[in-house]
């Protein structure tokens, strides 16, 4: 069984940064790929950033230049580095982890039906 458990959430103020780890457990021989994402209230959830078993990476327009992805895949940990951040990236930040698809497709997926997701972790930034 696969678990994923996001942690290094919390407040701050626009201009600052914030960086995010998902800790994974119970993942096969299979390495799959991990994504970040996030929801506001009243908002769709959308992807952030994500990346793919063999490193290759994409991210959402909005976050291009000041998020960054990246994982170890010995301790099976993905984290999101976030700097400039805005107010208008205060959300839930979940991680989630996609078998069989490249990172460009995780960060396309919307729906909790696919894959596995964390808890998630609140992130809020004021102005």
């Known amino acids: 069984q696969v678990q994923l458990v996001e942690s290094g959430g919390g407040s701050v103020q626009a201009g600052g940064s914030l960086s995010l780890s998902c800790a994974a457990s119970?993942?096969?021989?299979?390495?799959?790929?991990m994504g970040w994402f996030r929801q506001a209230p009243g908002k769709e959830r959308e992807g952030v950033a994500a990346?793919?078993?063999?490193?290759?990476?994409s991210y959402a327009d909005s976050v291009k230049g000041r998020f960054t992805i990246s994982r170890n895949n010995d301790k099976h940990i993905t984290y999101l580095q976030m700097n400039l951040l805005e107010p208008e990236d205060s959300a839930k930040y979940y991680c989630?982890?996609?078998?069989?698809?490249?990172?460009?497709?995780?960060?396309?997926?919307?729906?909790?039906?696919?894959?596995?997701w964390g808890q998630g972790t609140q992130v809020t930034v004021s102005s």
């Open positions: 990346i793919g078993s063999d490193g290759s990476t």
């Open positions: 989630a982890a996609m078998y069989r698809m490249t990172a460009s497709q995780t960060l396309g997926i919307r729906s909790t039906n696919f894959g596995h």
């Open positions: 119970g993942f096969t021989y299979q390495i799959p790929s």
